[in-house]
């Protein structure tokens, strides 16, 4: 990028300003531009330096950077590296519990939890079956029961015992 032209236009407006003071004001505005080119030359590039750090922000995880090439300054795109799709999850098999079990931790937010034992004990289930159901769901599994079968018998008591 030139920036030689940008500098031209200020010299030349502070010329046209100087021209309405008068002979000795332009004389001055004279000897001011050459020390101001270098200083303008500085500030637009600040100018244009931050211009590029808000890009950068915006285009997160890729970058632009503003580089110097003899006095004039160009932009490098970076643009955030090619992720690989991720492979398809295979859907667990349906109906079958006859396979081991596989221990995990899960990590939950911890406002999660009285949401997550809440709706547990609301299915009439264990947390971790809940869980179960809550993933197997998640494959689009209908297989997976959303209440706990109840075995209905003559011979249920309920009551407290001491």
């Known amino acids: 990028m030139d920036l030689q032209p940008y500098v031209d236009s200020v010299r030349h407006e502070l010329g ?8 000795d004001a332009e004389a001055l505005a004279e000897r001011l531009t050459a020390p101001l080119d270098s200083a303008l030359r500085l500030a637009l590039l600040e100018a ?7 890009l950068t922000r915006q285009l997160a995880p890729g970058s632009v950077e503003v580089r110097l090439r003899g006095r004039d300054p160009e932009f490098v795109v970076a643009t955030a590296p090619e992720q690989e799709p ?3 999850v295979a859907a667990p098999p349906d109906g079958d519990d006859s396979g081991g079990t ?3 931790t899960l990590r939950l937010p911890e406002g999660m939890k009285p949401t997550v034992e809440s709706a547990a004990r609301g299915a009439g289930v264990s947390v971790n079956a809940w869980l179960v159901r809550a993933v197997a769901g998640a494959f ?4 997976a029961p959303t209440q706990r079968p109840r075995t209905r018998t003559d011979k249920s ?6």
């Open 16 to 23: 046209v300003a100087a021209a309405a003071g008068g002979a």
């Open 48 to 54: 244009l330096t931050e211009a590029a750090e808000d």
């Open 86 to 88: 991720e492979p398809p």
């Open 102 to 104: 596989w221990r995990v």
């Open 140 to 143: 689009g599994d209908a297989a």
């Open 157 to 162: 008591f309920t009551g407290w015992v001491r």
